[in-house]
């Protein structure tokens, strides 16, 4: 059970990223 949950945090956690990291190329880019 908690490896399973530290799995599917990891993955929420790489999404995340994911996202901030397009939202700071698209600022980049604006500017």
């Not at 530290?6 to 604006?30: G, H, S």
């Amino acid at each position: 059970l908690v490896k399973n949950f530290e799995r599917t945090l990891d993955n929420a956690t790489a999404k995340v990223n994911l996202c901030f990291i397009r939202l700071m190329l698209k600022r980049l880019a604006l500017n």
